[in-house]
């Protein structure tokens, strides 16, 4: 397991600079940046979960070298000794507890990162389904040019992956010409940028 969690370290390492290299050239050419760290974070996701049954598998036996011990044991004690399928479920029994321990770690370490992977996929589509849920109440108003969701408590921010518009509190509202300029050109950089 730990070398599993080096390996996955490293490759995330490397991913990572690919990503960091990836954004650079895209903001050269001024073009979004989130999707190369989207694709970064998901690839190193995925060869971590990959490469994960490899690493937690159980180790076989050695057949030759159980089955030359198996008949060096029947040379010395010429018993009727059961055969030797017995003989390899009796020495799996009796590896040693600290394997055995180590291996129910191991398992509790995986159901655990799986299950707070799937409660934080799940808390994250949760929280889409709300803004999106929310988003369709917010009443639409032209502000400076820019026509926008007024929201009790939400924003100043821009919501939405694929059809993303400015969202402002009705504070906003309240407050002076150039700063509700300021806020709604910031909101607007994001938009211009396509970075939600």
Do not use: K
């Amino acid at each position: 397991m730990l070398q599993w969690a080096f390996y996955a370290l490293v490759v995330a390492a490397l991913i990572s600079l690919s990503g960091w290299l990836i954004e650079q050239a895209l903001r050269r050419r001024q073009l979004p940046t989130r999707w190369a760290w989207v694709a970064a974070m998901s690839l190193t996701v995925l060869l971590a979960y990959l490469s994960l049954p490899v690493s937690i598998a159980p180790r076989a036996p050695q057949p030759r070298l159980l089955r030359e011990s198996w008949t060096a044991i029947q040379r010395v004690a010429p018993l009727g000794l059961p055969p030797l399928p017995f003989a390899s479920v009796a020495a799996a029994r009796h590896t040693g507890t600290a394997r055995g321990n180590a291996l129910r770690f191991d398992t509790l370490l995986i159901d655990s990162w799986f299950g707070l992977s799937g409660l934080l996929a799940l808390s994250l589509a949760l929280c889409g389904a709300r803004v999106s849920w929310s988003r369709r109440r917010w009443p639409l108003r032209l502000v400076e040019s820019h026509c926008v969701g007024v929201a009790r408590n939400v924003g100043p921010a821009v919501v939405g992956l694929r059809y993303p518009t400015i969202v402002i509190p009705r504070w906003v509202l309240d407050r002076p010409a150039a700063e509700q300029q300021l806020i709604l050109a910031h909101e607007a950089s994001h938009l211009t940028a396509r970075d939600p």
